[in-house]
């Protein structure tokens, strides 16, 4: 029976309360929902955290770390993701588009990656793309691509590298071609958001026969094409991924109870397809990754 592996990504940047009361945004919740979507068949899990006043999102290692340890006092093998999305984003003001306007939190690469030396997860995000998100522009620039890369790496880190569109496998493409990678790439092809990949089996055909030979990666989509593009994913010979992050829907006029719920879902689907989902043991040991 072939397999796969399985990442719950829990909340992300944009998703709200507004959209689905069962958000987690403490580190509390943050950190039962991971163990919760581990008992599911998740073998990793991709975290961003909250202030948990204002809900926004935060870099705060002391956050980050809460999360960490909270986990790891319930569970040392579940793999945990930590995002390094946050600081990249520009905000033209309408007055001067020179000058950043008020949503701009562009952050030099080394504080993108305080969180990650400090703690030390089994990976971390690494964005490669430059695009127009809603009405900013996020930017990852080579030698900020290559000095956050650099920096995740020394640190024994497994770098997970996101893919929004063609021309960033382009760019992944130029950093193999450098030898910039320690291990062959971990990769998630990320479609549904606008201006980006669109989710479709097309695109992920198309996505997957651009990536290098030796590529592990994960295709999954945002909104109503969430569960298919897992299913997609399955079938096309990659991993999968689902979770509050990414859609607000369990069903048709159903919010997500849990992101455990989205887990046993997926779950199900790629088991009735065939497929059988790993451990966080085997996963480890697929992608080199040390134990506790």
Known sequence: MASLFLTSALLGNFSSRAQNANLPITPAEIARDALASAEAGAAIVHIHVREPETELPSMETALYREVVDRIR??????????????????????????IAGPKTNLLLPDDRVQHILAIKPDIATLDLNTMVFGEEVVINTLSSIRRMGTLIQQTGVRPEIELFDSGDVAILNTLMAEQFFEKPPLCSIVMGVKFGFVPLPETLLYARGLLPGN???????????????VAQSALMGGNIR??????VWL???????????????AARIVRELGFELETPKQVRARLGLLGL
């Open 215 to 229: 590529a592990i990666w994960t295709g999954f989509g945002t909104g109503a094409m969430a569960f298919p593009m």
């Open 73 to 98: 006092d319930k569970n040392d093998e579940l793999i945990i993701n930590l995002t390094t999305g946050n600081g990249g984003r520009y905000d033209p003001s309408a007055e001067n588009p020179a």
């Open 251 to 265: 069903e048709k006029g159903v919010r997500a109870p849990s992101n455990r719920a989205m887990v046993e879902k």
């Open 242 to 247: 689902i979770g509050m992050e990414d859609a």
